[in-house]
C-alpha cells in the first residue's frame, strides 16, 4: 500500500506542477473547469453506470469537506 501512496502522491505532484504552469496563462476556472470535464469523462468511461452515479454522489456530498487553498499559497 506504501508504494501506491507514494505513486498517487507524485502523480498528484507532477500534475498539480502542470496546472500551475498552465494557470500562468489562463484563468483558474478555466484549468479547473477543463480538469473537471476530463476527470468525470474518465469516471465514466471506467466505471459501470451504477459506479459513475455514486461516484458524482459521493463528490456532490463532500461539498462541505473541501477546503480551498489558502490565500497567501501562491497558484499562479
Known sequence: MKDEEKELQDLNNKIFDQV?????KHDP???AGTLM?????LYKTRLS???FHKMLQTIMESEDEVESYDVGETLH
Do not use: E, N, W, Y
Not at 500551475?20 to 500562468?24: A, Q
Open 49 to 51: 453506470d451504477d459506479g
Open 37 to 41: 470535464a476530463i476527470a468525470i469523462r
Open 29 to 31: 476556472q478555466m484549468v
Open 20 to 24: 500551475l504552469k498552465h494557470m500562468k
